[in-house]
T-cell receptor, first 114, second 114 residues
Framework: GENVEQHPSTLSVQEGDSAVIKCTYS??????FPWYKQELGKRPQLIID?????GEKKDQRIAVTLNKTAKHFSLHITETQPEDSAVYFC?????????????FGQGTTLQVKP | NAGVMQNPRHLVRRRGQEARLRCSPM?????VYWYRQLPEEGLKFMVY????????ESGMPKERFSAEFPKEGPSILRIQQVVRGDSAAYFC????????????FGEGSWLTVV
């Protein structure tokens, strides 16, 4: 079945450094790729998303890149801050017609050390 | 987004009891999704509903789980005869139903089976 692989599972960086999280997906019909940040005991919060008609999107310190040919997409966080520490999940839409049905990666625990 | 309301936030049930989780979508949203998150895992799609219709229940366990979204009132996820493996966070998300729209998660309902 459809699958999303996410790496690394844990990531520790110094404050101010960059963090990169990578995901690959299997469903070639996927056309929507959101990233969520989840703090302990809280809901997943959408931080950025990208659709299949673009290759890159940036929002302040956060950027996402998409390579549809290789079926992978990445999250880039620059100038990391301690408050960026959380679990990050990538997701891909199941098929192309409905963005509400998502397959999630396994998550990356990001720790930003002051 | 705070507009998706879930209750209860925390629920403790003994093995064999029933759990009912409720979700009111954001205003203007007529599509509801339920996701389950086991400890230290990503979210897994369970079911997609519109008012009075189950659109896709491919992620629902075959037994003990059911969902509804009546014409009036919230969507309800019902788990009968709960077992310890049902202990998880259950997140509801809503969506307008138009392809390309973002889904918004509620704060989740944490079920603990003792």
């Amino acid at each position: 079945g459809e699958n999303v692989e996410q790496h690394p599972s844990t990531l520790s960086v110094q404050e101010g450094d960059s963090a990169v999280i990578k995901c690959t997906y299997s469903d070639s019909a996927s056309n929507y790729f959101p990233w969520y940040k989840q703090e302990l005991g809280k809901r997943p919060q959408l931080i950025i998303d990208i659709r299949s008609n673009v290759g890159e999107k940036k929002d302040q310190r956060i950027a996402v890149t998409l390579n549809k040919t290789a079926k992978h997409f990445s999250l880039h966080i620059t100038e990391t801050q301690p408050e960026d520490s959380a679990v990050y999940f990538c997701a891909a839409s199941m098929g192309s017609s409905n963005t509400g049905k998502l397959i999630f990666g396994q998550g990356t625990t990001l720790q930003v050390k002051p | 987004n705070a507009g998706v309301m879930q209750n209860p936030r925390h629920l403790v049930r003994r093995r064999g009891q029933e759990a009912r989780l409720r979700c009111s979508p954001m205003k203007g949203h007529s599509h509801v999704y339920w996701y389950r998150q086991l400890p230290e895992e990503g979210l897994k799609f369970m079911v997609y509903l519109q008012k009075e219709n189950i659109i896709d229940e491919s992620g629902m366990p075959k037994e003990r789980f059911s969902a509804e979204f009546p014409k009036e009132g919230p969507s309800i996820l019902r788990i009968q005869q709960v077992v310890r493996g049902d202990s998880a966070a259950y997140f509801c998300a809503s969506h307008t139903g138009n392809s390309g729209n973002t889904i918004y998660f509620g704060e989740g309902s944490w079920l603990t089976v003792v």
